[in-house]
Each structure stands twice: as structure tokens, then as C-alpha cells.
């Protein structure tokens, strides 16, 4: 079965660049949608993008100007870099797959059906 | 951006009992609608997709229920291994987004 694994420092100072790789096992990247997600206590789950098998990347227009996500289905990977981080972007961080069902003919995305187990990334001088 | 409003926030109750989580959306979003369970520590768990679909392996007490911007998870018969938060998310339009949660605690 599909497992995800997110890895990266787990402290980043202010103004740097957080980094974030996620090795995906036992099966193919293919034709799927392949996202990043982050949790706080406070603004609770937040979707931040995805990048399809393709290399075409969606994100959260709330992020997007400092987010950019990429993917090598060679090595089953994808990854998150996030830029000018602040105390704000402490998280929990997550990689996720969008799962897919039919309905009434077609196919569709939408829910997350295969999570990493996540990783824990403060901001901090 | 769509809004999902969960509610109860927190919700006591028994092993056995019956509860009811909802979840209303700011705008209409058909039946693309998902429901997570999360325990301390572990990533979201899948429950529910397509307002009413279970997911593989999930036991048959949850169900999904609604369409359109009212939504409500069941949990037909509390077990102990269900004391957890759960979570609605909508995929009709991007950015995908989340309800706050609801707590179900003893």
C-alpha cells in the first residue's frame, strides 16, 4: 500500500527558505495530484498546493508568491520550498495524495487519501 | 474561498452513544465534501469522500450524509478508539479548505 515519508530540517530561521522532500513507496507517481499541506492550533488544516505527476504545480493563492512545488517521478519524489518564512509558517507540515473516484461518468480529485505521517517545522532565530 | 463551519467544537459523550458532527458551507458544493478522523500526533485519516462514500476499511458505524452546504458525519455507536477530531474539507472549488474541527471527547 502507498506510503509517504515528508523529510527536512525541522528549524528554519526567519527570512530563509524551508525545504521539504516527500519519498513516496510502493507505488507509482503517475497521473496523480500530489499536495502539501501544514496544521497550526491556530488557523487549524491548511491546503498549501500540489504539483501534478506532470511538473504542473496549483497553489493556495494565499501562499503563492512565496511557494514552489516540483516532482521527480524518477525518484518517487516531490518537495515544498516555502520562501521568507516567519514564526507564522511554524507547523506541522504534511504530504498528501488527492485520491480519485468515478461518479455519473467521470472521474474526479478532491480528497486526500494517503498522508505522510507529517514533520514538525519551527521558525526560529 | 469556500468556508466550511463545523459544529459542535467539542462534543462529550459515551462508549455506545450516537453522535451527529455537521459541517455547513459558505457557498453550495454539490457532494464534494470529504470527512478526516485525526488522533494526537497522527496525520488525518480519510472517513468519508463524495459526502457519502466510505473509504475502504473504515467501519461501517460512520456514515455521510447532505449535499449542497449542509453536511453531517454520523458515528452510529461510539467506540473508544473513536475518541479523536474530525475534520470536513470541500473540493468543489480551489483552494481546497477545511472545517475547524470538532473534538469528540468523554
Same mark, same amino acid.
Given at each position: 500500500q502507498l506510503r509517504l515519508q515528508e523529510s527536512g530540517p525541522g528549524l528554519v530561521k526567519p527570512s530563509e527558505t524551508l525545504s521539504l522532500t !516527500?519519498?513516496?513507496?510502493?507505488?507509482?507517481? @503517475?497521473?496523480? #495530484?500530489? @499536495?502539501?499541506?501544514?496544521?497550526?492550533?491556530?488557523?487549524?488544516?491548511?491546503?498549501?498546493?500540489?504539483?501534478y505527476s506532470n511538473g504542473s504545480p496549483n497553489y493556495n493563492p494565499s501562499l503563492k508568491s512565496r511557494v514552489t512545488m516540483s516532482v521527480d517521478t524518477f525518484k518517487n519524489q516531490f518537495y515544498l520550498e516555502l520562501r521568507s518564512?516567519?514564526?507564522?509558517?511554524?507547523?506541522? #507540515? #504534511? !504530504?498528501?495524495r488527492l485520491g480519485?473516484?468515478?461518479? @455519473?461518468?467521470?472521474? #474526479?480529485f478532491g480528497h486526500f487519501d494517503f498522508w505522510g505521517r507529517g514533520i514538525l517545522v519551527s521558525v526560529s532565530s | 474561498d469556500i468556508q466550511?463551519?463545523?459544529?459542535?467544537?467539542?462534543?462529550?459523550?459515551?462508549?455506545g452513544?450516537?453522535?451527529?458532527?455537521?459541517?455547513r458551507a459558505s457557498q453550495d458544493i454539490t457532494n464534494f465534501l470529504a470527512w478526516y478522523q485525526q488522533k494526537p500526533g497522527k496525520a488525518p485519516k480519510l472517513l468519508i469522500y463524495a459526502a457519502s462514500t466510505l473509504q475502504s476499511g473504515v467501519p461501517s458505524r460512520f456514515s455521510g450524509s447532505g449535499s449542497g452546504t449542509e453536511f453531517t458525519l454520523t458515528i452510529r455507536s461510539?467506540?473508544?478508539?473513536?475518541?479523536?477530531?474530525?475534520f470536513c474539507q470541500q473540493y468543489k472549488t480551489y483552494p481546497l479548505t477545511f472545517g475547524g474541527g470538532t473534538t469528540v471527547e468523554i
Open positions: !516527500c519519498d513516496v513507496f510502493y507505488d507509482s507517481m @503517475n497521473t496523480y #495530484y500530489w @499536495n502539501w499541506l501544514r496544521q497550526t492550533p491556530g488557523k487549524g488544516l491548511e491546503w498549501i498546493g500540489y504539483v518564512v516567519t514564526a507564522a509558517d511554524t507547523a506541522i #507540515y #504534511y !504530504c498528501a480519485d473516484y468515478l461518479d @455519473n461518468g467521470g472521474t #474526479y | 466550511l463551519t463545523q459544529s459542535p467544537p467539542f462534543l462529550s459523550a459515551s462508549v452513544d450516537r453522535v451527529n458532527i455537521a459541517c461510539l467506540q473508544s478508539e473513536d475518541f479523536a477530531a474530525y
